[in-house]
């Protein structure tokens, strides 16, 4: 899986995207708190990138703003 951490203001969320579990397509998962997650399924590779790029440029239109990858995430 790939993964990304955002912040905004004092809210951080984690951005995944990951095989399903059947392997037969990709899981853009969006994770606010160990209790709110949003899952998109896409079947192949050239739906996942659009759809990958739509969801970036949501969360940075959003005020999210990518975490320095030196930085860990808040438990």
Known sequence: PM????ERE???LQYEIRR???G???ELVIRASAD?????????????????QDV????L???WRPLDSQTP???
């Open 24 to 26: 037969e397509g990709y």
């Open 36 to 52: 709110e997650k949003t899952v998109q399924k896409v079947a192949s590779p050239s739906e996942l990138i659009e759809r990958s």
């Open 73 to 75: 995430p808040r438990g």
């Open 56 to 59: 970036w440029n949501f969360l």
């Open 20 to 22: 399903e579990p059947t």
């Open 10 to 12: 004092s809210e951080r």
């Open 3 to 6: 993964v990304w951490f955002f």
């Open 61 to 63: 239109n959003g005020g």
